[in-house]
């Protein structure tokens, strides 16, 4: 997504990283089997390190082609599970409405909030 119009007239723009107005969502019925998914990525990590078979665990994920650095390989792997497992939302900066994108679908639905006033409650700040 790169914007996204809100119902208040104002463009929400994602066009790079660090945003206030975005968050990413894991909902609860996704956590556990999300977690287990991390937890047996690292543990194939580690068990192919311990059984000096990491080469082996790169060429079944990449091929011929191997990446520089081993760690690329997680990276990789951990952002495949963040966007299978997580959606995006956003919040209006102009009037605070929270757009929550629906589970594997481009579409977004929006909440507005009491008030009509951005809150920043996506913010870590």
């Not at 463009?11 to 975005?22: A, G, N, R």
Request: hydrophobic share 35%.
């Amino acid at each position: 997504m790169s914007k996204l119009g809100c119902s208040c007239g104002h463009v929400i723009v994602d066009q790079t990283d660090s945003l206030p107005y975005k968050a990413e969502l894991l909902r609860a019925d996704r956590e556990e089997v999300f977690y287990d998914r991390v937890e047996a990525l690292f543990a194939s990590m580690r068990i192919a390190m311990a059984e000096g078979r990491l080469s082996e665990l790169l060429h079944e994920a990449y091929g011929s082609w191997l990446p520089v650095k081993e760690d690329v390989f997680f990276i990789e792997k951990l952002s495949s599970l963040t966007g299978e497992f997580f959606t995006t939302m956003y919040e209006c900066e102009a009037c605070g409405r929270l757009w929550v994108q629906r589970p594997n679908d481009p579409h977004f639905i929006s909440y507005s909030p009491d008030g009509g006033k951005p809150q920043r409650i996506l913010s870590s700040e």
